[in-house]
């Protein structure tokens, strides 16, 4: 029996291409002492990805020939830990191939939760990611406005739901005026903003009469620089990416950086979901209460076929999903 | 009896001349009722009044024909309040005149230090923005490394000695070869980078073998840019000045902004003296303790005369200033 992968063919200089990638098949990995096999059902493909290929980041840099790395929900298909038995549900750091064997003691157990593609949503990654940012970092009060760029994005579309739940005015930054349409009416946004159309400084600060006292920044670059015109004093920017600088070699910084910061005393603070992981179960009590009571509505939209993972993460970064994007491998155990 | 004042003639476009200045005589100004009659003692001269003509900032915007604001020494010389009376010493937001008056409840009471020139900086806004921004935003710790750019100007002077007082290895930046000997013999930081050279990240790298975990950020800028590449995970920037970009109309942010913030979950905060007033007497006991044992030297740049008040500036934003300018106007009481 083989296994199918998706290996980085070449890394990228500029915009990522499907030429970047290649299929291959390759033996059936064998795990060792400790180790388990796993199948692959459903993986997360995020705008951090193309980072990856960037060079060192928070984790170790890519090469070519690497198959391309993930975050996935597996099916325990083989132990050889005591850790884990054969059916049992994981998280783990994988690649994106049909099969593959992980350390049991990386792996983490999943709760029995349905549907499955919940735990890379509102209960995974994006959510811990939209909690642990918003409340921990950005820190907003009920009354407060809170921006949010990628507004309609996995971890955008729920840090504006819960902002909303907390009772601050809520106002998204999104691509194109059906994205925006989509962030206020089913979402509940207060306002958004379409980036595309010139015009943004004015069109925020007519979303913002009193000012932005955090900004959720997804995306860096120009929405950045025209955030932080809007911000109050003592506001607060959390950086949880910089999309707009992924995907690109020729990046230059906000012009307003770091006046803005001096001069309204604003503190910008970057973080990744691991940081907050004592902190994991309070958020998942919070986005359990919040689904339950219908004031975090969920929305994934997923590619079908690990084949179409690399036209998955070039489409994201263009910005064509609303929700949280991931890759069906394999069927639900 | 006539006023003397320094009046702004014409807001700098791009770098200040001695042409956008003027001096004329006034009417001696008269206090109203609960105002003082104020004698110029020593004025503050900082890279901060160059912004201050860039339009508003954390306070209102200069427009030409304006005395020049300041932060001055002042003897009352007459008074219509019964807060202050006749020969008190107070700190005041002023002008560059000879004479001013204020409302007695803004004008703030000093207590009997000499020499003068220390109110106005280790004692002064110099001395207490040191304190604050290092011990309150950056929180180094013993064993920590500190990069503090403008190493040999009234702040950063400081900051450094506070740091290399609590146990933190201690790296400066300044202009100039002769300027970073006298940071390193003088001021005793452990290091200090000539901005100037060609190579600055490369000896950055060398000066901060273990990286950079607090950077006090005086200029913004190339500067900035470079201390984020050496800036540690979980490193905090505090943003106290951004004097590169003050003196210039076309700015460019640094490129790996938020970047690098997101990749290393960077702190970058701004503040200013007056957020932390509920600390200066903290402040002002450390930085007396210090100054008693010698671990914090002062040095002070004394311009004879109000006329020279404009050179004075322009000097300070070219660089040509070791430790706390500051322009003598009249005589001690």
């Known amino acids: 029996m083989e296994n199918r992968q998706i290996i980085v063919r070449e890394l990228p200089k500029g915009e990522l291409t499907t030429g970047h990638f290649e ?128 507004a309609a994005g996995s971890v955008g579309s729920i840090v504006g739901q819960i902002a909303k739940a907390i009772g601050c005015r809520v106002v998204g930054v999104a691509g194109g005026a059906e994205k925006c349409k989509w962030v206020t009416e089913t979402l ?19 979303a913002c009469p009193e000012g932005v006292d955090v900004y959720f920044d997804n995306v860096g670059g120009a929405v950045l620089e025209a955030a932080l015109f809007a911000m109050n004093l003592r506001g607060r920017v959390v950086c949880c990416g910089a999309i707009s600088q992924y995907d690109t070699t020729s990046t230059t910084g906000p012009r307003n950086l770091p006046g803005m910061v001096v001069v309204k005393r604003l503190r910008m603070e970057g973080f990744i979901v691991m940081d907050f992981a004592d902190r994991d179960a309070t958020a998942l009590r919070a986005l359990q209460t919040w689904v339950a009571a219908g004031q975090i509505k969920v929305f994934e939209d997923v590619v079908e076929g690990l084949e179409n993972a690399p036209q998955a ?3 994201l970064l263009a910005g064509e999903n609303k929700g949280k994007r991931m890759v069906r491998v394999g069927p639900d155990p």
Not at 53 to 78: F, I, K, N, S, W
Not at 188 to 206: H, N, S, T, V, W
Request: aromatic fraction near 6%; include cysteine.
């Open 188 to 206: 509940g946004f207060d306002a958004c903003i379409d980036y595309r159309e010139p015009g943004m400084g004015k069109a925020l600060r007519a």
């Open 313 to 315: 993460l070039i489409g």
């Open 23 to 150: 299929a291959r098949t390759a033996p059936m990995p064998t795990p060792g002492q400790g180790e388990v096999l796993l199948r692959t059902i459903l993986m997360s493909i995020d705008a951090a990805n193309r980072s990856w290929l960037q060079g060192a980041t928070y984790r170790d840099a890519v090469h070519a020939g690497d198959a391309m790395p993930t975050y996935a929900v597996c099916e325990v298909v083989e132990s050889n830990s005591p850790r884990l038995a054969k059916g049992d549900l994981v998280a783990a750091e994988s690649t994106w191939s049909a099969y593959t064997t992980c350390p049991a003691h990386k792996a983490l157990k999943l709760p029995a939760v349905r549907p499955l593609e919940h735990l890379l949503s509102v209960y995974g990654i994006a959510g811990k990611t939209a909690f642990h940012g918003l409340m921990s970092v950005g820190q907003p009060v009920a009354g407060e406005t809170v921006l949010v760029s990628a």
